[in-house]
């Protein structure tokens, strides 16, 4: 493969090291490795946050740089399903919080996490803010969902809230796209009715409920599904990839130009 010079990890440290007074946002996408049902490979959440990361920085470079994609997280919730993969909590803080230190040390400024599972958005949330506080440079936080306006899938079959949680409509139809070879579109079940929820508690990406919570995935699934992967087409994968990767692209271009103002310091000052 050619040398991408899009890419953090294909450059030389020169090459680094004259890019920084361009300036450009670094994006770090993170995944995870956990079970995605039956029919979706272990790899769903990384591969979908690298790849949409790639384009959206491919749109915007040279004012974007992408690093290599973290594969691990933080996932007991989903460890009686084999192959998943957990990192304890306080290590995937640290670990991600020392990737976006580092870069700032090398004189980068902005930084954006890009998430590609649910269950890491309390952890990156504390990642970004433990960069912004630590280093010399501003780090947001991104899901490749969280910027979707509602007429962005107004091909949506399954119903609301509910269908679109985990190894769902939305998840299997970009990985129809994006990974097609590593769909199982056969061994896909509608996984709904079996999962418990209430006027206060569920889940869908496109509108969670007011209520924080999360117990063991198999206490409300047994297909490790939440959601309704069955009427998912690679169609809608290429509606949703086109308009996720277009909606972090503005917010990339947004983001390098966010002004990183002084702090103050307002406590009361000694007299000399
Ligand atoms: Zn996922």
Redesign the pocket.
């Known amino acids: 493969m050619a040398k991408r010079p899009y890419f953090y990890q294909d450059l030389s440290w020169p090459e680094l090291r004259d890019l920084t007074a361009a300036d450009p946002v670094i994006v770090l996408p993170v995944g995870?490795t956990?079970q995605?049902g039956p029919h979706l490979p272990l790899a769903?959440?990384y591969l979908?946050a690298g790849t949409i990361a790639r384009a959206a920085v491919e749109q915007v470079a040279p004012r974007a740089l992408l690093m290599e994609a973290v594969p691990y997280s933080f996932n007991e919730h989903h460890m009686d399903f084999p192959g998943t993969i957990t990192i304890d909590v306080h290590t995937i803080l640290d670990y991600i919080a020392a990737i976006g230190t580092s870069v700032a040390h090398h004189g980068f400024r902005h930084i954006v996490l890009f998430n590609?599972?649910?269950s890491n958005v309390p952890f990156l949330d504390v990642a970004a803010r433990m960069i912004t506080n630590r280093a010399n440079a501003v780090c947001a936080l991104v899901s490749w969902w969280s910027l979707l306006k509602q007429e962005d899938v107004a091909w949506r079959e399954s119903t609301f809230p509910g269908g679109m949680a985990?190894?769902c409509e939305a998840?299997t139809s970009l990985m129809l796209h994006i990974k097609p070879e590593l769909v199982e579109m056969d061994k896909a079940v509608r996984t709904i009715d079996e999962v418990q929820t209430s006027d206060h508690i569920w889940w869908d990406i496109m509108g969670g409920s007011g209520v924080f919570f999360q117990e063991f995935f198999s206490r409300n699934t047994t297909t490790g599904v939440i959601g309704d992967p069955t009427v998912a087409t690679a169609e809608k994968g290429r509606q949703l990839f086109d308009v996720a990767t277009a909606r972090f692209a503005a917010f990339l271009d947004e983001f390098r130009q966010r002004e990183i103002r002084p702090r103050k310091d307002l406590h009361a000052q000694p007299e000399n």
Do not use: I
């Open positions: 995870t956990e995605h769903t959440d979908t590609g599972h649910g985990h190894g998840e």
